[in-house]
């Protein structure tokens, strides 16, 4: 068993809906690790109405700041009379409700088998092996191997083929002296 603590959330799934009637963009936050994260589409971003599932962690920070995009636009920052409210855009309570109406968790995954360094280095020479033997079947596929030509009718033919090959011969020979020639 792996001795390193992990955090429970590490090997949930989540499914991200954007229930925003707008589209979810990188500049709005739309990334992790200052990636972006593709929709549907293939473009970056989430439209609205997308589900696309997710690792945990991942939807997680999405959904967060999906919440604060969909809160920033709804809340006012002046009153009527063109004052500042001074109010806060969200509280903790409000971003987590709003947060967890995008995510829903779909399962976890099992946790891998801890495999030491060995176990590692042998599957990428297990790996390397196949590569190396598609590689060389692939070379074997496309060079011409030319396969000496076995059953010959007559003695004739033999005589044919040698001739063809540039082979020495002796014509006085019989064909099956002659067929051991071209092999």
């Known amino acids: 068993m792996n001795?390193?603590?992990t955090n429970p959330n590490d090997l949930k799934?989540?499914?991200?809906h954007n229930s925003a009637d707008f589209t979810f963009t990188p500049e709005m936050g739309c990334m992790y690790d200052g990636r972006p994260i593709f929709g549907i589409?293939?473009?970056?971003?989430?439209?609205?109405g997308e589900h696309i599932t997710l690792p945990y962690?991942?939807?997680?920070?999405?959904?967060?700041?999906?919440a604060k995009v969909v809160l920033t636009k709804s809340a006012p920052?002046?009153?009527?009379?063109?004052i500042p409210t001074g109010v806060p855009l969200w509280d903790t309570a409000r971003l987590d409700n709003l947060k967890n109406s995008f995510l829903t968790e779909l399962y976890?995954?099992?946790r891998?088998?801890?495999?030491?360094e060995?176990?590692?280095?042998?599957?990428?020479?297990?790996?390397y092996k196949k590569m190396v033997d598609s590689l060389l079947n692939k070379e074997e596929t496309k060079t011409d191997i030319i396969e000496p030509k076995t059953g010959y009718q007559d003695k004739a033919e033999v005589i044919a083929e040698l001739t063809k090959r540039g082979i020495k011969f002796d014509a006085r020979k019989g064909k099956a002296e002659l067929e051991k020639l071209i092999v």
């Open 118 to 127: 060995t176990d590692k280095l042998m599957a990428k020479v297990e790996e």
């Open 57 to 66: 962690h991942v939807g997680h920070r999405l959904a967060v700041n999906l």
């Open 112 to 116: 891998p088998v801890a495999q030491s």
């Open 13 to 16: 799934v989540v499914e991200f």
């Open 108 to 110: 976890s995954e099992e």
């Open 3 to 5: 001795p390193q603590i």
């Open 41 to 48: 589409t293939g473009a970056p971003g989430i439209n609205a």
């Open 77 to 82: 920052s002046v009153d009527a009379a063109g």
